[in-house]
């Protein structure tokens, strides 16, 4: 019997050469974009590289790392990482599954509102940080505004001046964002779930709440593991909204550990712990996202 065409097996020498050509360029563009700044870090971290850069400097081993992790600025940076990441995945996700299952509704201007789910999104993070500054400015900012006409504040407040609220506007500032990128996602989901399953589960009786945890969730889970990977990653890389909003203050009350590392290694100009601090921080985020895969999957093969 002759060998499918699609095994293995079957492909000749001359097809791997191919398919190596094709891959080739891209494996090149990778390695030079990701792998060679990531040893570069991985390396620097390991010396005590000079001010101005030029060489390595000596070699210090771990000795970086002991000192970020000995470090109280460095345990409170990462508290107020873990704070700004769990506001923004899960508002983002919620928010996001939200919008998504009401445009997935038959409703007059449904068009219309699905095209401008995509103006946040496509908004560069720098532009979002600048406009919620001046949106949350304390003296011609149209939150106070709002607050006022509300009836929920008598005067203007400053909330990227005071401790206790910066952080929470830098959160929404980011949702706002990201939210819609999660939306256009889950949408584009729901848009494969055939009409015939929640029709069929709506004659036997099933209420809304039914038809979306037995139908729709599951459903969507692969889109749902995707966004909310995505979002966990974005939160602990996050620097552009935060450092266009507050630059990490009023003192240390949005310095998550990106602005740490922006402080270290162009504030300071402590190279090797700055690279030790990115280091760190891309082995949470890589192992953030592992985790949140594991979980989300193993919840989902577990029995209703």
């Known amino acids: 019997m002759a060998a499918s065409p699609l095994s293995s097996n079957a492909l000749t020498r001359d097809d791997r050469r191919f398919g190596f050509r094709l891959t080739a360029p891209a494996g090149i563009l990778l390695a030079v974009l990701l792998l060679v700044p990531t040893t570069l870090t991985i390396l620097y971290s390991l010396h005590d590289v000079p001010a101005n850069g030029r060489s390595l400097g000596p070699f210090v081993g771990l000795e970086n790392y002991t000192i970020v992790l000995g470090s109280s600025v460095f345990w409170r940076s990462a508290w107020v990482t873990f704070l700004f990441s769990v506001g923004f995945v899960v508002l983002s996700t919620l928010i996001g599954l939200a919008?998504?299952?009401?445009?997935?509704?038959?409703?007059?201007?449904?068009?219309?509102?699905?095209?401008?789910?995509?103006?946040?999104?496509?908004?560069?993070?720098?532009?979002?940080?600048i406009l919620w500054k001046w949106f949350a400015d304390g003296s011609v900012g149209g939150l106070n505004a709002v607050l006022l006409m509300l009836g929920a504040t008598t005067d203007y407040h400053d909330f990227l001046s005071d401790p206790n609220s910066a952080l929470a506007i830098t959160i929404v500032a980011a949702v706002w964002r990201q939210a819609s990128f999660a939306g256009i996602l889950l949408l584009a989901g729901l848009q494969t779930l055939p009409g015939d399953l929640n029709e069929a589960a709506?004659?036997?009786?099933?209420?809304?709440?039914?038809?979306?945890?037995?139908?729709?969730?599951?459903?969507?889970?692969?889109?749902?593991?995707?966004?909310?990977?995505?979002?966990?990653?974005?939160?602990?890389l996050q620097f552009d909204v935060i450092f266009a909003m507050t630059q990490g203050g009023p003192g240390d009350a949005t310095q998550v550990l990106s602005i740490l590392i922006y402080r270290q290694l162009f504030g300071v100009t402590q190279i090797g712990l700055g690279s030790?601090?990115?280091?760190?921080?891309?082995?949470?985020?890589?192992?953030?996202g592992l985790i949140t895969v594991k979980l989300l999957y193993a919840r989902g093969s577990q029995p209703a």
Do not use: E, K
């Not at 998504?100 to 095209?115: C, D, E, K, M, T």
């Not at 945890?213 to 966004?227: F, K, M, S």
């Open 202 to 236: 709506s004659l036997d009786g099933a209420n809304l709440w039914q038809r979306f945890r037995n139908i729709t969730l599951p459903w969507l889970r692969p889109a749902l593991v995707t966004v909310t990977v995505l979002n966990v990653i974005y939160a602990f």
């Open 99 to 129: 919008m998504a299952l009401l445009l997935n509704q038959p409703f007059i201007g449904r068009g219309l509102a699905r095209a401008l789910l995509i103006i946040p999104w496509a908004t560069p993070w720098l532009m979002i940080g």
């Open 276 to 288: 030790a601090l990115a280091v760190i921080l891309g082995f949470v985020a890589l192992a953030g």
